[in-house]
């Protein structure tokens, strides 16, 4: 007469199924690596954020009507994951940055500028226009694609 807790495993296999064990352990493999991977490259994704993290005053922000009525023109747009940048002047460099100052799991787009003049940014949340200046390095950061833009840059053309 078996006891409780005899240690049967075969009832066990056989009453879950087989493919139920193999799913839960590949299931616990998979989060052991994933888990691995994002501690692992934490400290990194942390500089990362750190050195991305520009403070500055905030761009002049223009609508539609205003920066029509100003006639302002992009010259140069780039395709950063399905946002459009676009620009009159300068050089730009882009990276993803991890949030909550590299801790985080998602990802916000920043773009650092030498000196953008104007800016048009096309995001699924809407359309945005700036107008930095002339000779102005600037810095934007899509948070949920919402632009938030700055009048500071680390980016020149000798960080390149």
């Not at 495993?9 to 064990?21: D, P, T």
């Not at 676009?86 to 940055?97: L, N, Y």
Request: net charge positive; with cysteine; aromatic share 8%.
């Amino acid at each position: 007469m078996p006891t409780k807790g005899s240690g049967d495993v075969g009832a066990h296999v056989r009453r879950f199924g087989m493919l139920h064990v193999i799913i839960a352990i590949a299931a616990i493999a998979a989060a052991t690596f994933f888990g691995y991977d994002f501690l692992r490259g934490r400290s990194s994704n942390i500089a990362t954020a750190e050195a991305w993290d520009i403070k500055g005053p905030p761009c002049t922000t223009l609508t539609l009507e205003q920066w029509n009525a100003r006639r302002l023109k992009v010259r140069e747009t780039t395709n950063y994951d399905g946002r459009m940048i676009g620009r009159w002047s300068g050089d730009v460099s882009c990276s993803d940055i991890h949030t909550k100052g590299g801790a985080g799991i998602t990802v916000d787009r920043i773009c650092q500028f030498t000196n953008p003049t104007d800016l048009a940014i096309k995001t699924p949340a809407g359309e945005f226009y700036f107008d930095t200046g002339t000779g102005q390095p600037a810095t934007v950061a899509l948070h949920k694609d919402i632009p938030k833009c700055v009048l500071a840059s680390k980016f020149t053309r000798a960080t390149e």
